[in-house]
């Protein structure tokens, strides 16, 4: 007998639109950035790539190429909260400090540009709506309308942690070139700081050495000042109110 079933219903086209939907929807973005961001921190807890290229990974590169898969290697490391100065440091007494600071500098516009990159991809949709207080609104205008100032008064200062201040950074509307430049130009003097210090730490009585971390520590000192001046003012503001 010929089998007289009917064959299965195709499934309504009206399905994989909702699908894909659904895995483009903001949460779903922002959740798949929290599992790569999660991931990212564990192979560097795991692996520990600061140590492989402190330790000159790979050995058999030297040259403009070593250089160049430095500052690669040191983007993908800041955007997975690997701290830069343990990377800057490493620059410095691999390669020297003038070829150590263009590959330092290199490597830390390319991983803001990865952090900034994602976090406005896979973040900021679901994020936005999500800013409410004053404090928040306040950064995040701050970020909008003067974000080239803003972003290079924190690079200029340390003590906000690079990676969170790009997937920050993101959220909010700054522009990428704005973000770029200022990062590029504003991390400039603290990187060449650890750079210098990595460069010569051969010799801790150097005036090269002694020069480089006395900066350090200013820049440390004035990055703490401010951020007391700007909680003083903000509980000023809050008390007032």
């Known amino acids: 007998m010929l089998d007289t079933a009917a064959p299965p219903a195709p499934a309504p086209a009206g399905f994989a639109v909702r699908c894909t939907r659904t895995l483009l929807s903001p949460w779903s973005r ?8 999660a991931a990212a921190v564990t192979t560097v807890l795991v692996f520990e790539p600061q140590r492989l290229l402190s330790a000159g990974w790979p050995p058999q590169l030297s040259g403009a190429a070593a250089v160049v898969l430095f500052g690669v290697a040191y983007g993908l490391c800041t955007a997975a909260f690997v701290p830069r100065p343990i990377l800057n440091l490493a620059a410095g007494a691999l390669f020297g400090s003038q070829a150590g600071l263009a590959a330092a500098v290199a490597g830390t516009v390319l991983g803001a540009g990865i952090a900034f990159g994602l976090g406005r991809l896979l973040g900021q949709d679901a994020l936005r709506p999500l800013l409410r207080g004053r404090a928040l609104l306040a950064a995040d205008g701050q970020l909008s309308r003067h974000g080239f100032r803003t972003m290079l008064a924190i690079r200029l200062f340390p003590g906000v942690p690079f990676a969170a201040a790009n997937y920050c950074a993101a959220v ?6 704005p973000f770029l430049l200022a990062t590029g130009i504003g991390s400039v003097p603290n990187t060449a700081a650890y750079v210098i210090a990595g460069s010569s730490a051969s010799s801790p009585t150097s005036p090269a050495f002694l020069i480089a971390m006395g900066f350090i520590a200013l820049s440390g000192l004035a990055a703490a000042v401010v951020a007391w001046r700007k909680r003083h003012r ?7 109110a």
């Open 30 to 37: 922002l959740s798949l950035l929290v599992v790569m961001l």
């Open 172 to 177: 909010s509307r700054m522009g990428w070139l």
């Open 234 to 240: 903000l509980r000023g503001e809050r008390s007032g």
